[in-house]
């Protein structure tokens, strides 16, 4: 089992709606939980981070973390083209510290 | 905030040749820098955790001699792939962070060894 578990998709949502990405994890000592999203070709850029269980939402985003079930997972609302990517969780076992643990990503298309 | 920058974004050269490559954190000071290497369409691999002034440490597999770290202030981390060979074509990528911050990410460098 790994680390740090995604669908490896792809997973293919219209414009305008709603993309769930989800993410488990093995660690239950995990502290800290980051999503990053990569373009074909390009550097990881990070979206949202967060620490604590519920929401945190930020523009069209919404991190959800579920520490007792060990998932974390991203939505993104009103999907565009432009969010076509890869989306990678990382998961820390301490809050900002250390090395992180990422998952292989889920490749998200948003067709128009 | 929180830019990393890496160069050379690109290089070429012949089997057998060294290359540096830098990567500064340009607005913070970053206490911990990461080195990944990624292949087409695979994950990202760490490889190396570096701290300011102290030895990286590597992951299981990766050759220490062979990729040579760096981590001589808080704003700059450099990777050396020495005599760097055919297999050791890839995306390279490094990441920084400041205390109590997430990683961000440099833009990464393409090496292509002919």
């Known amino acids: 089992q790994k680390e740090v578990e995604q669908n490896s998709g792809p997973l293919s949502v219209p414009e305008g709606a709603i993309a769930s990405l989800n993410c488990t994890y093995s660690d239950r000592g995990s502290q800290s939980f980051f999503w990053y999203r990569q373009y074909s070709g390009k550097s990881p850029e990070l979206i949202m981070f967060i620490y604590s269980n519920g929401d945190k939402e930020d523009g069209r985003f919404t991190a959800q973390l579920n520490k007792a079930s060990q998932y974390v997972s991203l939505l993104i609302r009103d999907s565009q083209p432009s969010d076509s990517a890869t989306y990678l969780c990382a998961v820390n076992r301490n809050t900002n510290a250390g090395k992180s643990t990422f998952g292989d990503g889920t490749t998200l298309t948003v067709k128009p | 905030g929180a830019v990393v920058s890496q160069h050379p974004s690109r290089v070429i050269c012949k089997s057998g040749t060294s290359v540096k490559i830098e990567c500064r954190s340009l607005d913070f000071q970053a206490t911990t820098m990461f080195w990944y290497r990624q292949f087409p369409k695979q994950s990202l691999m760490l490889m190396a955790t570096s701290n300011e002034g102290s030895k990286a440490t590597y992951e299981q597999g990766v050759e220490k001699d062979k990729f040579l770290i760096n981590h001589a202030s808080l704003t700059l981390s450099t990777l050396t792939v020495t005599s760097a060979h055919p297999e050791d074509s890839s995306f390279y990528i490094c990441?920084?962070?400041?205390?109590?911050?997430?990683?961000?990410f440099g833009d990464g460098t393409r090496l292509s060894i002919l």
């Open positions: 990441s920084a962070r400041e205390e109590y911050q997430p990683q961000h």
